[in-house]
């Protein structure tokens, strides 16, 4: 399997480069990504892909579930680069329908260190219950619960000392959350954008 996926690569190198003469040589010399794009480590939902984006357009931190954990050194690294190193001034937190982590986080199963990474999760679970039960199958309420869980990440991304020192020196960066169907390849807007530390809109009920 490792050969057919060298020669993949071999074949999409020589086919981008034959569409495009020189891509390589000018995407090393420099990233400069318009995108900062917080995601789910799913398969299914590679940011560049989903979002018809080049690699070069979009700087990627992905984990189980998306989920935004205050103390994640890899998450607010990732963050602070994109910030401070590349200007991005476009950051997007993105779940998805159908996510494996929300589903495990509303199971009455082990499923072993993945059940500490998933608490913040559970607790919103736990905070919206009356919201969620109103839903009227076991599908939409974890649905409803991945949307959630991209407001509550975009809330968190935009408390960080990294976004609020930016936007106290003034940086034009927006925080977006979206969600990606998995059964129809689009997204979709929350409405929960935060823009120099204020909330533009409402957030998705």
Known sequence: MLDNLLRRNRDWSARRNSEEPGYFARL???QTPEFFWIGCSDSRVPANVVAGLDPGEVFVHRNVANVVHSADMNLLSALEFAV?????RE??????????????????L??????????????LARAYAV??????????????????????????????????????RGAEISLHGLIY?????????????????????????
């Open 131 to 168: 919201d969620l039960a109103r839903c009227e199958s076991t599908e939409a309420r974890r649905d409803k619960l991945a949307e959630l869980n991209v407001v509550e990440g975009v809330r968190r991304v935009a408390e960080t000392p990294i976004l609020q020192r930016a936007w106290a």
């Open 84 to 88: 401070d190193a590349l200007a991005i």
């Open 181 to 205: 169907g998995l059964r129809d390849g689009l997204l979709r807007d929350l409405g929960c954008t935060v823009s120099h530390g204020k909330l533009e809109q409402e957030a998705a009920q």
């Open 28 to 30: 090393a010399t420099r």
């Open 110 to 123: 082990p499923h072993g260190l993945a059940d500490h990474w998933l608490e913040p999760i559970r607790r």
């Open 91 to 108: 950051i997007i937190v993105c779940g998805h329908y159908g996510c494996g982590g929300v589903k495990a986080a509303t199971e009455d």
